[in-house]
């Protein structure tokens, strides 16, 4: 059973803030299952987007589990700004979570194949 929407992001700003970095929740969805989309900023201005993976990129044994993908990997901040745009005039239930870490780490767990 996949872990409700509302408790990964409250997991994932607790773990963030607990390492040192900072998180916000720009953008509420819906408790149960919305999509969550992270934006990751780094010092130097540019910025990565991470969102739900498709499942046929999910392994069987984690089909449970959230698992993301790389929408666009250190971008100018107005790319990712037209690409969530995008993304919430096509789901407006969807999670926004902006994080500043240097390193992703196990923050956020990508589906196979990507790194």
Not at 11 to 39: E, P, Y
């Amino acid at each position: 059973m996949r872990i409700r929407s509302d408790i990964f992001v409250s997991a994932l700003t607790r773990r963030v803030f607990s390492a040192g970095g900072f998180a916000a929740v720009v953008h509420k969805g819906s408790d149960a299952s919305g999509a969550i989309f992270i934006r990751q900023r780094f010092r130097d201005g540019l910025e990565t987007l991470y969102g739900p993976a498709p499942q046929s990129m999910v392994m069987v044994e984690d089909r449970d589990d959230r698992q993301f993908e790389i929408r666009l990997a250190r971008a100018e901040p107005e790319a990712l700004s037209a690409l969530i745009a995008r993304e919430q005039r096509f789901d407006s239930d969807l999670w926004l979570v902006e994080i500043e870490v240097d390193e992703i780490g196990d923050y956020v767990p990508l589906a196979a194949g990507q790194s």
